[in-house]
Every structure is written in structure tokens, then in C-alpha cells.
């Protein structure tokens, strides 16, 4: 159990590879764009829905990635959701359900965590944008096309 936590803290030291790519010097990691997601739920998160699930999933969703790593759109994801899979089998099993759960986008929450998702991405892109003049409108249109919460889509840049 030990081993298995310390290598989802590693989480800490991956880079967003969107991030990485489009030339950001300093990218947040993995586990910042989980807290990032976390603190978009609390302030966001409607009271018909679950928060405490909400968070779960914005917190786990991407444990996966330590193993897998951050894969974006340009990679080649085919295995992507069976390699994911497996590495929560391994890390986490207790926390599978709430993968399973946020891949498949079925549920209010995880369709409202896909959307933080989104969310958090345009507003970190905007915030890059604006300390380093690199123009990240693909990661904002991206997030334009995801989200359909109105209110959410009125916090978009």
C-alpha cells in the first residue's frame, strides 16, 4: 500500500502535456489540474448533485496517468481506456468504480466533471496566455465545444 501511494503522489511530477507542447515554461502538473478541478467543484457544483462524489472523481479521475501518462488528442490513444484501466486496478481497485464512472460520462456528475475538466483547462490556458503572449485559443474552443452548462459556459474566456 505504501509503494502504491507514493507512486500516485508522483502524479505531483507529471506535466500536462497540452502544456508542455504549446511551450509553456513552468506547466502545472497532473495533481494541480486535480486540485484545480477540486476547487472549480466546490465553488460550482449545483446542490441538486453530489459533491462529495463530485470531488472524488475531479481527485481521481486522472490517477491513471502516473502509469500511463498524460495523453492528449495528437497521441495515440487506442489503448488508452484499457491501459488507464489497468493501472487503477493496480494503484487504486477501490477507486475504479469512479473511473468508470467518469469515462463514461453517464451520471450528472460526471457529466458536470467533464465539464470542470474543460473548464479548468480554458481558465489555466487563459492564465498562460496572459504571462506568456502564447496564443492557447485551441485549448479555450476545445472547452467551448464540451461544456453545456450555461453557467459554466458564462465562466469561459
Known amino acids: 500500500m505504501r509503494d502504491e501511494l507514493k507512486e500516485i503522489l508522483g502524479l505531483k511530477k507529471v506535466m500536462r502535456t497540452g502544456w508542455v507542447r504549446s511551450g509553456i515554461k513552468s506547466p502545472e502538473s497532473v495533481a494541480a489540474h486535480s486540485w484545480g478541478m477540486s476547487m472549480l467543484a466546490l465553488k460550482l457544483t449545483p446542490p441538486h448533485l453530489n459533491l462529495q462524489r463530485i470531488l472524488a472523481m475531479c481527485i481521481v ?16 490513444t487506442s489503448s488508452k481506456a484499457d491501459d488507464e484501466h489497468k493501472a487503477m486496478q493496480a494503484l487504486a481497485p477501490e477507486w475504479v468504480v469512479l473511473l468508470e464512472e467518469y469515462e463514461q460520462g453517464e451520471t450528472p456528475e460526471a457529466k458536470f466533471v ?3 475538466d474543460k473548464l479548468d483547462m480554458a481558465l489555466q490556458a487563459e492564465v498562460y496566455q496572459e504571462e506568456s503572449g502564447i496564443v492557447l485559443d485551441e485549448f479555450i474552443e476545445s472547452a467551448r ?4 452548462d450555461e453557467e459554466l459556459q458564462t465562466l469561459l474566456p
Not at 63 to 76: A, K, Y
Open 61 to 76: 479521475h486522472d490517477v491513471p496517468e502516473v502509469r500511463v501518462g498524460d495523453l492528449t488528442p495528437h497521441d495515440d
Open 114 to 116: 467533464k465539464q470542470l
Open 145 to 148: 465545444q464540451k461544456i453545456v
